[in-house]
């Protein structure tokens, strides 16, 4: 296939097939904390959630590079059992801050028009300052593969190394708690003003409606972020060779139509799964859509796109791209896993026959032995 061909259906498995999946993920999850995590006191449940989610994000952050270096001497059974229960944990972590920072600025500053805003307008503004507004999208504009090379990765804002431990702690922290917290406060607050705005709860017919036309408003949206996201590459290019901040402010821009077109795919998606899926029975609908999203991922070997984590810096390059180019590479991800399996495996034949040439050229027979002696003496 042409590289047209494979971005066009990495575009297309991205939007039909990956992102309902993650939504599906989080939206069970996310109930079945509501229905068993201290269901009858909110307040206790926002702020246990938020305990939990931070202590499971810090301990895979500090312990990515011990997990990467026992897995890797593992066989592959216990690699692919280890690391998607990894994938389990970390998402569960992950939903739990969400879930805890989401439900915390509802109690104290409620969910009218103005607490829907605050936690936008602080978030957003922060983003930019700190140049990380790229991380607050997901699927389907964002795609994580299994990848063995890369599996227990997470990057952090100020990329320190676990050798300069201090500034180590430091970064990994405000990554994982501020950063992390802020993209939760913009998800929110867009999150919130589309239930205000295009979503009226007084029918089941209208709401149904509503939700339908925030999923069809987000794709839109989102399709033509990716039809224009190549000529957004070469006019980013072009602002490079201006002024460093011409080219951030330009991208920043250009992600902010892609967030809302993002939340607007997950609202629609999320209610839609509300209104669809075993309604008359919501814990086993939440239990339902939990199960089948990760474990339909973890089959297509996209569990990762279910976890938040990691930080990319706006205006820089990720995966040699400008951040106007989304990561919806899930086909050339299966081609570079299945090439580098190849090539793996070249690499180990290769071993093999050469140490088999020298075991069989040092096996000589003592006869032969002796006269290769005797003719190195003369």
Known sequence: MTPLVYKIADAVISCVVIAPLVVFYWRGTWGLLDRYLIPGNESASAWVSVLIGVVINLSFNFCQGALAKVFEKRNILIRIVGSRLYTGVFAFGIVNHWRGVWLVW???????????AGSLIVGLPL????RTVFNILAAPLVVAMDLDSEYF????????KPDNLEFYLYDTCFTTVVIGSLIVFVWRGVWNMLDLYFINENTMQKSVHGHCGTALVGYSIVILMLCLQYPANVLSNKLSKVHKIAKISFEDIYLCFAIFGNVAVWHGIWGLCDSYIL???PIASKWFTHTIGIG???LMLSGNSVLVRGCVVDGEKHKNENLV???TGYFSGLMKLCSDRHNKSVTLHGETVRNCKETDTVSDTPDEQEEDTRTAFL
Do not use: D, I, Q
């Open 296 to 298: 339909v991922l973890m």
């Open 127 to 130: 983003m930019v300052f700190f």
């Open 279 to 281: 309604p008359e029975n």
């Open 106 to 116: 509802n109690l104290y500053s409620g969910t009218a028009a103005w607490g829907v």
């Open 325 to 327: 180019m989304f990561s």
């Open 153 to 160: 990765a997470v990057s952090t804002r100020f990329h320190f």
